[in-house]
Protein backbone atom coordinates (compact mmCIF):
# COMPACT_ATOMS: atom_id res chain seq x y z
CA UNK A 1 0.00 0.00 0.00
CA UNK A 2 2.59 2.37 1.00
CA UNK A 3 4.39 1.28 -2.09
CA UNK A 4 1.62 2.98 -4.35
CA UNK A 5 1.78 6.16 -2.81
CA UNK A 6 5.61 6.62 -3.08
CA UNK A 7 5.29 5.48 -6.66
CA UNK A 8 2.38 8.06 -7.72
CA UNK A 9 4.76 11.02 -5.31
CA UNK A 10 7.81 10.16 -7.96
CA UNK A 11 5.63 10.28 -10.70
CA UNK A 12 4.31 13.24 -9.48
CA UNK A 13 7.93 14.93 -8.67
CA UNK A 14 8.86 13.99 -12.38
CA UNK A 15 5.84 15.60 -13.75
CA UNK A 16 7.08 18.69 -11.80
CA UNK A 17 10.28 18.68 -13.28
CA UNK A 18 9.62 18.29 -16.99
CA UNK A 19 7.19 21.27 -17.09
CA UNK A 20 9.35 23.62 -15.21
CA UNK A 21 11.61 22.52 -17.99
CA UNK A 22 9.31 23.32 -20.82
CA UNK A 23 8.21 26.11 -19.43
CA UNK A 24 11.24 28.00 -18.76
CA UNK A 25 12.60 27.08 -22.39
CA UNK A 26 9.10 28.29 -23.62
CA UNK A 27 9.36 31.76 -22.06
CA UNK A 28 12.75 32.02 -22.21
CA UNK A 29 12.83 31.41 -26.33
CA UNK A 30 16.05 29.69 -26.04
CA UNK A 31 17.20 26.47 -27.58
CA UNK A 32 20.09 24.31 -26.70
CA UNK A 33 23.70 25.11 -28.62
CA UNK A 34 23.06 22.12 -30.17
CA UNK A 35 19.94 23.25 -32.16
CA UNK A 36 21.62 26.81 -33.09
CA UNK A 37 23.11 27.90 -36.65
CA UNK A 38 26.65 29.15 -35.62
CA UNK A 39 28.64 31.86 -37.53
CA UNK A 40 32.69 32.82 -36.95
CA UNK A 41 32.15 35.81 -34.87
CA UNK A 42 35.31 37.34 -36.51
CA UNK A 43 33.96 36.70 -39.86
CA UNK A 44 30.22 38.45 -39.11
CA UNK A 45 30.39 41.33 -40.78
CA UNK A 46 31.62 39.58 -44.23
CA UNK A 47 29.15 36.45 -43.70
CA UNK A 48 25.53 36.18 -44.69
CA UNK A 49 23.03 37.48 -43.84
CA UNK A 50 24.99 39.86 -41.82
CA UNK A 51 26.94 41.42 -44.37
CA UNK A 52 23.51 42.82 -44.97
CA UNK A 53 21.65 44.05 -42.01
CA UNK A 54 18.40 45.23 -41.77
CA UNK A 55 15.15 44.36 -43.37
CA UNK A 56 15.87 42.10 -46.52
CA UNK A 57 12.71 40.88 -48.57
CA UNK A 58 12.97 37.19 -49.27
CA UNK A 59 11.37 34.80 -52.04
CA UNK A 60 10.57 31.23 -51.66
CA UNK A 61 10.62 30.93 -47.93
CA UNK A 62 7.62 30.58 -45.24
CA UNK A 63 8.70 34.27 -44.15
CA UNK A 64 8.32 37.12 -45.88
CA UNK A 65 11.39 39.18 -44.61
CA UNK A 66 14.26 39.10 -42.79
CA UNK A 67 15.43 41.18 -39.85
CA UNK A 68 19.08 40.66 -39.72
CA UNK A 69 20.89 42.52 -36.37
CA UNK A 70 24.40 42.40 -35.37
CA UNK A 71 25.27 42.92 -31.91
CA UNK A 72 28.42 44.53 -30.37
CA UNK A 73 29.69 46.56 -27.92
CA UNK A 74 27.48 48.60 -27.20
CA UNK A 75 25.07 48.97 -30.02
CA UNK A 76 23.40 47.10 -32.22
CA UNK A 77 23.40 47.73 -36.54
CA UNK A 78 21.03 49.06 -37.82
CA UNK A 79 20.60 51.31 -35.05
CA UNK A 80 16.90 51.93 -36.16
CA UNK A 81 14.76 49.65 -38.74
CA UNK A 82 11.12 49.89 -40.66
CA UNK A 83 9.39 47.18 -40.82
CA UNK A 84 5.69 46.14 -42.51
CA UNK A 85 2.83 46.00 -40.53
CA UNK A 86 1.31 42.39 -40.87
CA UNK A 87 4.45 41.49 -42.79
CA UNK A 88 5.81 37.64 -41.40
CA UNK A 89 9.47 38.59 -40.25
CA UNK A 90 12.11 36.06 -39.21
CA UNK A 91 14.88 38.10 -36.47
CA UNK A 92 18.37 36.80 -37.17
CA UNK A 93 21.03 38.20 -35.08
CA UNK A 94 24.19 37.53 -33.44
CA UNK A 95 26.91 39.17 -31.54
CA UNK A 96 30.42 40.12 -33.05
CA UNK A 97 32.05 40.24 -29.12
CA UNK A 98 30.04 39.47 -25.85
CA UNK A 99 26.84 37.70 -24.54
CA UNK A 100 24.13 40.35 -25.60
CA UNK A 101 20.50 40.29 -25.17
CA UNK A 102 17.69 41.10 -27.57
CA UNK A 103 14.21 42.45 -25.98
CA UNK A 104 11.93 44.23 -27.97
CA UNK A 105 9.34 46.06 -25.47
CA UNK A 106 6.06 45.09 -25.45
CA UNK A 107 6.57 41.72 -27.76
CA UNK A 108 7.94 38.07 -26.86
CA UNK A 109 11.10 38.88 -28.32
CA UNK A 110 13.56 38.25 -25.72
CA UNK A 111 16.69 36.17 -27.10
CA UNK A 112 20.39 35.81 -25.79
CA UNK A 113 22.76 36.39 -28.27
CA UNK A 114 25.77 34.43 -27.72
CA UNK A 115 29.34 34.49 -29.99
CA UNK A 116 29.27 32.19 -32.75
CA UNK A 117 25.73 31.31 -32.25
CA UNK A 118 22.65 32.72 -34.69
CA UNK A 119 19.46 33.57 -32.80
CA UNK A 120 16.71 33.84 -35.03
CA UNK A 121 12.77 34.19 -34.13
CA UNK A 122 10.06 34.22 -36.18
CA UNK A 123 7.31 36.82 -35.72
CA UNK A 124 4.69 39.08 -36.87
CA UNK A 125 4.38 42.94 -35.96
CA UNK A 126 0.45 43.36 -35.71
CA UNK A 127 0.67 46.86 -34.38
CA UNK A 128 1.91 50.03 -35.33
CA UNK A 129 4.26 51.91 -33.31
CA UNK A 130 8.10 52.02 -32.28
CA UNK A 131 9.01 49.38 -30.13
CA UNK A 132 12.61 49.52 -28.32
CA UNK A 133 15.03 47.08 -28.53
CA UNK A 134 17.20 46.58 -25.05
CA UNK A 135 19.99 44.63 -24.17
CA UNK A 136 18.76 42.39 -21.23
CA UNK A 137 22.87 41.02 -20.40
CA UNK A 138 25.27 43.03 -18.52
CA UNK A 139 27.47 43.42 -21.05
CA UNK A 140 30.22 46.08 -20.00
CA UNK A 141 30.41 49.87 -19.48
CA UNK A 142 27.69 51.04 -22.11
CA UNK A 143 25.18 48.33 -21.59
CA UNK A 144 22.43 50.39 -20.15
CA UNK A 145 22.98 52.80 -23.43
CA UNK A 146 22.46 49.76 -25.67
CA UNK A 147 19.53 49.94 -28.17
CA UNK A 148 18.09 49.92 -31.26
CA UNK A 149 14.58 50.46 -32.42
CA UNK A 150 11.92 48.91 -34.75
CA UNK A 151 9.47 51.28 -36.33
CA UNK A 152 6.17 48.93 -37.45
CA UNK A 153 4.43 50.97 -40.20
CU1 LIG B 1 24.86 44.50 -24.66
CU2 LIG B 1 24.18 44.65 -22.34
Known amino acids: KYEKIWLIFGTATLLVFLSV ?81 FSVAGTNINMMLTPGYISEYLTTFDKTGEFLILCNEYCGAGHHMMTSKIKVV
Do not use: R
Open 21 to 101: VGVSAFYLGNQPPSCMATVDPEKVDTLAPFNKPGLNKVEGKEWDYELVFVASAFNYTPGEVEVPLGAKVKVIATTKDVIHG
